[in-house]
């Protein structure tokens, strides 16, 4: 690389804070404003990847740069596609003018984007992803089978060695010990023709005998920056070794793409070109986790040009605020490519439920995988070189040259830094150095050096930063020219050929000319890191990103086409997307509204059809036939009245939904936990245990009728396979007590709708029992009773809540972060906005028909509302719950850090009480050393109940009861 195009590449790291193309460009379609903020934004400067019509040979093409005044920067692998230079020339307007020319297909900018059987391995335990046993991974307890079940998958295949499968990223450690052993090797190239610095197998790429680095333009695609060495652990880290981690596919052949820099950034034409070769070099499988708003016909004829190979795609971890985008409306771009090749994916967490940072999208997302805390390889690096400034001299550095100033001034925090003209302009006509002592690079591979820099020059002066290994010769290696406006951290460059060198030399040169003067340059937190080879147990880390959900899905694919090496394609990415495990928080988000499965992949493949995954049907109402349960021997000993004290419902299981409600005999408690079950506790607190076939629920509510039996609602997931895909209906499952008969009620097809939120509650003065849900691909509003149902007029529900008292009825609605409350009952509906910018929040309703309503606000902080009167209070919370008192009094149950304190295992549950017309009185409750996953609060006449699930100690309910 020349050292002004890596000067213009360095120039990205400031212009666009996200480092991602923001504009879509098709050719014709965009003004040349647009065009040009497109560039400014995320492209590299400068340059343009121009596509010429089939048939357009050497001379045209040469007749085309000639005609437009551009340079030709390197040919693309891609036929037909070269990379050009316009020098300064307005972007847009050079792409406006090239894309004029009859041989010109088109031309647009050079985007920039950026990176998204059980073994005995030694952190196989960590591998939540692969087999979810609740276990506590980064202090985060899980649900169990929140998994691909890759055991099971197992069981029929760890791969094969045959299946080649790329990592298009920034680049795979080759000698990593769990992934040696399964680098590709080109049998074109291998053995002595390995560096024989021919191209043997005639595919343009000279020795690329391990792949191939389209950044540095060499065979060598080391990983300067860790995602892609990641990434291909997950894929396919060597399983049952004994060491480190095991990928979905043990045995695999994996094929080193390096597109992404050490700043984890890579340009269109890098990328593209990286996708071609993998094809190019037979790849069934392409990893892309990366991500750019930015819409590229080269990228996309890259992708439809190999119908052959399987582009798994990350959906990207949404915009700027950290939030997860919906990729329907804000396309993110491989993903949202419509190419038949290409599989989408987005990322689960421990729990099964789509991470905060995932994009999203029923029409471009395909289905999800584990994505957060993911445990995988990393490149080990050494320093054998850093410089903090914080010595009082510059013992290491040496200073000299025209006007010299260099020197370490002390900074504010006790620390220093290197500047070249320190409290003073520089001076004009300067030429002078600031150069460390010889350093020893021997036995590096691939440094690169990392630095803080604040520059101030004016135009025609520059910063230059170059080395030397024999004191003598010194070669650029960045050029700055410009004002950084203020300190950039930890910007990289990389130092070439200088690794391995004995007595290699970093030097600092400031040069200007006889014009004016500026502040200069502030140098601190320097560092010289180099890849290493000393790869021990901590050669491994965690990440997050639906970058590391991508190589789950790419692995499973890998496993598949080792099972069925006739499969095709299709075959494949049908099997992947029938056979996902249908989870609540996907569906409604993504296509199949499914997290992924390998060992039902597996399954679809190699068994006779209805033989893989539940038999189960759609079903009309009523009734669902299934057994009656006799009454569970459990018990659990009564709570002390008086001050609050703690009774342990349960130590089995993690529960996810709770809730809770006084009847005449006393307090009830349902639940629905993490392996699919459905227990309640009667006032003498005896469990029962209400199965649910294996069917995947979300949400539990509870209700009792004037005769103390209770009313449990909890919504299913029901998995049916038509015409060889999976399909989706919706039960309403309504059980009554105490033989629990379930009956259906409200079962929607998939294909016209399903449900995203359900709550439901009984008024004992008349038995009528009142559901409210959220339905369809618009997430509509509807309530229905035993004798009434209706859609009201809201979209956009993400939770719903429902409470009757006295023949009175309440709706609360969440809808983005909006707060909607719904009176006046079936037919007579008014709604209103209570609040907005809600995170967490509940619904009761009082003796007099008003709504009571607790939530947070966007800083945590707990709000309280009874119908006419908002109280705010400082407490923050995570988790909260009400309840009204018969009396008028409510009763909030908080899930917080109270007293502040940061991280899990500090979470406690309180207690707060609000009269009306008096002030709230608050405290925390003894008996909570972990964190809430699931709250509810109770209250009658003379008792209040908080039920909590905290799975801490292998998952347990609590209920703290106290006398009022």
Not at 443 to 470: H, K, M, P, W
Request: net charge negative.
């Amino acid at each position: 690389m020349t050292s002004t195009r890596a000067a213009a590449l360095m120039t990205r790291a400031f212009v666009g804070a996200s480092l991602v193309a923001v504009l879509t460009v098709p050719a014709g379609a965009e003004s040349a404003s647009s065009l040009g903020r497109a560039h400014e934004a995320a492209s590299v400067p400068g340059e343009i990847v121009v596509r010429y019509r089939p048939g357009t040979g050497e001379s045209s093409r040469y007749s085309v740069r000639a005609a437009t005044g551009v340079t030709l920067v390197s040919r693309l692998s891609i036929e037909r596609t070269e990379l050009v230079d316009v020098g300064t020339e307005d972007l847009a307007t050079a792409i406006a003018r090239i894309s004029a020319r009859p041989e010109v297909l088109y031309a647009e900018p050079n985007f920039i984007y950026q990176g998204a059987a059980t073994p005995d391995d030694a952190s196989f335990q960590e591998l939540w992803g692969m087999d979810n046993q609740g276990q506590e991974v980064l202090g985060l307890a899980g649900r169990p089978d929140a998994d691909i079940d890759a055991t099971e998958a197992w069981d029929r295949s760890t791969g094969d060695h045959s299946v080649l499968v790329a990592v298009v990223d920034s680049g795979v450690v080759a000698d990593h010990p769990d992934l040696a052993s399964n680098i590709w090797t080109n049998p074109g190239e291998e053995g002595l023709k390995a560096d024989n610095g021919q191209d043997d197998d005639d595919n343009e790429y000279v020795d690329d005998w391990r792949g191939w680095d389209f950044v540095s333009g060499d065979n060598l695609p080391d990983d300067e920056h860790g995602h892609g060495t990641h990434v291909a652990g997950t894929i396919g880290a060597r399983g049952n070794d004994g060491f480190g981690v095991a990928g979905v596919s043990w045995d695999v052949s994996l094929l080193p793409v390096r597109v992404l820099a050490a700043d984890n950034t890579g340009t269109l034409a890098d990328i593209a070109a990286g996708m071609d070769y993998a094809s190019l070099m037979g790849a069934r499988v392409a990893n892309v986790s990366i991500q750019s708003t930015a819409f590229s016909k080269l990228m996309r004829d890259a992708i439809a040009e190999h119908p052959g190979t399987l582009y798994v795609i990350a959906a990207g971890n949404g915009g700027s605020d950290g939030a997860g985008d919906d990729n329907d409306v804000v396309p993110t771009y491989p993903c949202a490519y419509p190419q038949a090749n290409i599989l989408c994916v987005a990322a689960t967490d421990q729990n099964d439920r789509l991470t905060g940072f995932s994009n999203y999208g029923t029409g471009t997302v395909d289905l999800a995988a584990p994505g957060q805390d993911v445990l995988s390889s990393q490149p080990t690096n050494a320093t054998p070189f850093n410089e903090f400034f914080d010595e009082e001299d510059l013992a290491r550095w040496s200073t000299g040259g025209k006007k010299n100033s260099w020197a370490r001034v002390e900074d504010q925090f006790g620390g220093g830094r290197l500047e070249d003209s320190p409290q003073a302009n520089y001076a004009s006509n300067t030429n002078s150095w600031a150069m460390t002592e010889p350093l020893d690079l021997s036995g590096t591979r691939n440094c690169r050096l990392s630095y803080d820099l604040d520059l101030a020059v004016r135009q025609g002066d520059s910063l230059i930063v170059e080395a030397t290994s024999d004191g003598d010769q010194f070669e650029r290696i960045n050029e700055w020219s410009f004002r950084t406006h203020g300190w950039i951290y930890g910007t990289r460059d990389d130092l070439g050929g200088f690794a391995g060198e004995p007595a290699f030399q970093l030097r600092f040169r400031l040069k200007s000319d006889d014009g004016g003067n500026s502040k200069g340059t502030k140098i601190d937190n320097l560092f010289i890191e180099c890849l290493g080879s000393d790869y021990t147990s901590e050669s491994f880390t965690y990440m997050s990103g639906t970058s590391m959900a991508t190589p789950h899905a790419a692995g499973v694919a890998a496993l598949a086409f080792a099972e069925v090496p006739s499969a095709t394609l299709a075959m494949v990415k049908e099997a992947m997307l029938a056979s996902v495990d249908v989870r609540p928080d996907l569906v409604g988000l993504i296509k199949t509204g499914g997290r992924l499965n390998a060992e039902r992949t597996l399954a679809l493949l190699t068994e006779p059809p209805g033989t893989a995954g539940p038999e189960v049907v759609c079903v009309p109402a009523p009734p669902l036939s299934q057994p009656s349960l006799k009454l569970g021997d459990e018990q659990a000993s009564g709570a002390p009245a008086g001050d609050f004290g703690s009774t342990t419902l349960d130590e089995t299981s993690v529960y996810d939904e709770v809730d809770a409600a006084f009847g005449p005999g006393g307090l009830h408690v349902v639940g629905s936990t993490g392996d699919d079950a459905i227990r309640y506790f009667d006032p003498t607190g005896t469990l029962h245990t209400i199965a649910d076939v294996d069917l995947t629920h979300s949400g539990v509510a509870l209700g009792v009728l004037g005769d103390d039996s209770p009313v449990i609602g909890y919504h299913d997931r029901l998995v049916a396979e038509e015409d060889g895909r999976a399909r989706l209906c919706e039960a309403n499952m309504v059980a009554t007590g105490p033989v629990f008969d379930p009956r259906v009620a409200d079962v929607v097809d998939k294909l016209n709708g399903s449900f995203r939120s359900f709550d439901l509650a009984v008024d004992p003065i008349d038995d009528l029992t009142h559901r409210v849900f959220a339905k369809g691909k618009r997430r509509s509003l509807f309530y229905a009773s035993d004798i009434a149902s209706e859609e009201l007029p809201l979209a956009g529900v993400d939770e719903v809540k429902v409470a009757a008292s006295n023949g009175a009825v309440v709706i609360a609605a969440h809808s983005g972060s909006d707060l909607h409350v719904f009176t006046g009952g079936p037919g007579a509906w008014q709604g209103s906005v209570v609040a907005t910018g809600v995170k967490v929040w509940d619904l009761d309703i009082g003796s007099d028909g008003e709504p009571k309503a607790v939530w947070t606000n966007s800083s945590g902080k707990l709000r309280l509302f009874d119908g006419t009167t908002l109280t705010k209070l400082k407490w923050k919370a995570a988790e909260v719950s009400i309840a009204a008192a018969p009396n008028g009094t409510m009763h909030v149950a908080v899930g917080t850090a109270f007293p502040y304190c940061k991280g899990f295992g500090c979470w406690k549950v309180g207690y707060l009480e609000k009269e009306s017309g008096t002030a709230a009185t608050r405290q925390t409750l003894a008996g909570t050393p972990g964190y809430v996953t699931s709250l509810a609060i109770a209250a009658s006449d003379g008792e209040v109940a908080i039920v909590y699930g905290d799975p801490s100690d292998a998952g347990h309910l609590v209920a703290q009861r106290a006398s009022l």
